[in-house]
C-alpha cells in the first residue's frame, strides 16, 4: 500500500475535511469540519482504508464487527470482507415493526465485537453505542476510528478502560496538508487554538457597497443598475408576472418610482402587441428611471437562443436592458445577447430543484468568465465580481405550496451577500402595489445597509 501521508492526500480529494467557520451540532463554532461519507464512493480507497485500520489491530481478539451508523457503516463492511471477521449491523433506532431488534445479523452471547467509527469528538455518543449493543451481551473492549479530533473524546473512553486506535489525528492532518501546501499557517493557528480550548476569531466577511461595485463595474448595465440603485436608495426588482397589458402597465406605473428593474414574463402576456405593450412599457422605463428586465431564462443552443432573442412577435432585443439564460448551453451560447446584460441561472429557489452544487460550480465559472454576463441568479453567496440577483424574497410567507421557497430581504443580504432582490407576489398580489413597492424597497434597502456594518469587536 501507498504510504499514510499519500493515502490520506488520496482522500482529501473527495472533500473529507473542509477548513473555515463551522456551526457544530453543538453550537459551537469550529474552523474545520469532517465528513467521511465521500470515502464510500470510492472503492479502491475503501479498501485501502479498511485494510489500514486491520493493521493497526490484534485480529485475533474478535468475533464481530460493527461499525457505528452510518458513516462507518461502509468502512466496517469493507473490513469484514478484508478479515472474514462477521459483520453485525446496529440499528440508530429500533424498528416498530417485526422483530424491533436494535443489533442484526448472527452472534452468540459473548462475543467480542470491534467497534468501528469514523470520527471521535466528545467520546459520548461512542459511549451510549457501545452500552446498546452489552444490552445484547456482547463485549466491547477496541474502539478503531479513522480521525481523531482530539477533543477529549479518545481519553474519556480509555478512561473507561476501552482501547481506542486511531488513524489519523487532527494535528496529523494538519502536518500532511500544511507540507502538502493546502493549509496556509494561520488556519493551522486557528486549528491549534481551538483544539486548546482558545477562543477562535474568525476573520469576518464583509460585502462591496454599491459605490465599490460601481467603481469596478465593466458592463454599461451593470454600472446602470448601481447607479440607479444609488440613486432611488432601492435594491428592488419587481417581478411581473401578470397576463393582460393593461396589468403590466398599471404595475409599472404603480411601482416604477420605488424600483431598479422591472421582471417581465413578455410571453404570459394574452394580449400582446408590439406598439401597445412595449412602446408604453419603454415611456414608463424612461419615466420612472428602471431598467426592463426579461425573464426569458434562454436554455438552448446558441443559435436558436439567437432567434429567439432578436426575432419572432416579441423582439427582446429591441427593448430589453438584461435578460435571463440558464447556461446549460455552455460558453458560446451566450455570444448571441449582443448590447444586453446577462443574468445567469446559477440556481434556482423552487423546492427539489435540480441545480447541485456540481451544477453551479461549473455555471458559475461560465458567468464569471463571459463578458455579456453582469450577474447570476443564486440561493448561495457568488463572488463579488458579479452581482447576486435573489429571487424568491417575501416578507411575509415561507412558501406558496408550489414548491417556491421564500427568504427574507434581511437573511439574503446578511447571509448572501445579495446585490439585488426579487420580489413577485409580494407585489403584484397586494391589495397596494405602490404601497408594497415601497415597503419592500425600505426593508431592501435598510438589510443592504446592515449588511455593510461591521460587528463592533472588529472595528
Known amino acids: 500500500m501507498e504510504s499514510k501521508k499519500d493515502f490520506f492526500l488520496e482522500c482529501y480529494k473527495l472533500g473529507i475535511i473542509k477548513f473555515g467557520r463551522f456551526t457544530l451540532k453543538s453550537g459551537i463554532e469550529s474552523p474545520f469540519y469532517v465528513d467521511l461519507r465521500p470515502l464510500a464512493s470510492d472503492p479502491k480507497i475503501l479498501k485501502n482504508l479498511a485494510n489500514y485500520l486491520l493493521d493497526m489491530l490484534p485480529l ?17 463492511t469493507a473490513m469484514s470482507l478484508e478479515s472474514y471477521i462477521p459483520l453485525i449491523i446496529k440499528r440508530k433506532e429500533a424498528k416498530e415493526y417485526g422483530t424491533k431488534k436494535m443489533i442484526e445479523g448472527i452472534y452468540q452471547k459473548g462475543h467480542n465485537c470491534l ?23 456482547l463485549k466491547v473492549a477496541d474502539i478503531v476510528v479513522v480521525l481523531d479530533r482530539e477533543q477529549g473524546g479518545k481519553q474519556l473512553l480509555e478512561s473507561k478502560g476501552y482501547r481506542v486506535h486511531t488513524l489519523f489525528s487532527i494535528s496529523e492532518v494538519c502536518s500532511i496538508l500544511k507540507d502538502a501546501g493546502k493549509l496556509a499557517d494561520d488556519e493551522v493557528q486557528r486549528i491549534q487554538d481551538f483544539l486548546k480550548g482558545n477562543h477562535v476569531q474568525f476573520k469576518e466577511e ?32 419587481a417581478s411581473a408576472d401578470v397576463t393582460t397589458t393593461q396589468e403590466l402597465l398599471d404595475l409599472a406605473e404603480k411601482t416604477g418610482p420605488h424600483i431598479i428593474a422591472l421582471k417581465t414574463h413578455i410571453d404570459i402576456i394574452s394580449d400582446f402587441d408590439y406598439e401597445k405593450t412595449i412602446l408604453p412599457l419603454k415611456e414608463l422605463a424612461l419615466k420612472h428611471q428602471f431598467l426592463l ?14 432567434l429567439q432573442f432578436t426575432s419572432g412577435v416579441f423582439k427582446i432585443t429591441d427593448w430589453a436592458d438584461f435578460v435571463t439564460s440558464q447556461v446549460i448551453g455552455g460558453f458560446e451560447s451566450l455570444d448571441c445577447f449582443r448590447n444586453v446584460g446577462v443574468v445567469a441561472i446559477v440556481g434556482m429557489s423552487s423546492k427539489g430543484t435540480l441545480t447541485t452544487n456540481s451544477y453551479r460550480e461549473e455555471a458559475l465559472k461560465i458567468a464569471l468568465s463571459h463578458p455579456n454576463v453582469i450577474g447570476a441568479v443564486s440561493q448561495h453567496k457568488v463572488p463579488e465580481d458579479i452581482l447576486l ?7 411575509a410567507d415561507s412558501g406558496d405550496g408550489k414548491g417556491q421557497q421564500y427568504n427574507t430581504p434581511q437573511h439574503v443580504f446578511k447571509t448572501l451577500h ?42
Not at 467497534?115 to 451481551?137: F, H, N, P, R, Y
Not at 440577483?389 to 416578507?395: A, I, M, Q, S
Request: glycine share 6%; with cysteine; proline share 3%.
Open 206 to 237: 464583509h460585502r462591496l457597497s454599491y459605490e465599490s461595485k460601481l467603481k469596478c463595474a465593466q458592463h454599461s448595465v451593470s454600472k446602470k443598475l448601481l447607479e440607479i440603485a444609488l440613486a432611488k436608495k432601492s435594491n428592488l426588482i
Open 418 to 459: 445579495t446585490d439585488f432582490i426579487i420580489v413577485g407576489r409580494g407585489i403584484y398580489k397586494a391589495e397596494d402595489a405602490e404601497k408594497a413597492a415601497l415597503t419592500y424597497k425600505n426593508e431592501g434597502w435598510n438589510a443592504y445597509l446592515q449588511s455593510l456594518e461591521k460587528n463592533p469587536a472588529e472595528v
Open 115 to 137: 467497534l468501528v467509527e469514523d470520527v471521535i469528538t466528545s467520546g459520548k455518543s461512542l459511549l451510549e453505542t457501545i452500552a446498546e449493543i452489552e444490552q445484547e451481551d
Open 389 to 395: 440577483f435573489t429571487p424568491g424574497v417575501n416578507l
Open 60 to 76: 485475533d481478539n474478535f468475533d464481530l464487527i460493527c461499525g457505528v451508523p452510518y458513516a462507518a457503516l461502509p468502512m466496517a
Open 293 to 306: 428586465m426579461e425573464d426569458r431564462k434562454f436554455a438552448d443552443i446558441g443559435n436558436t437562443q439567437e
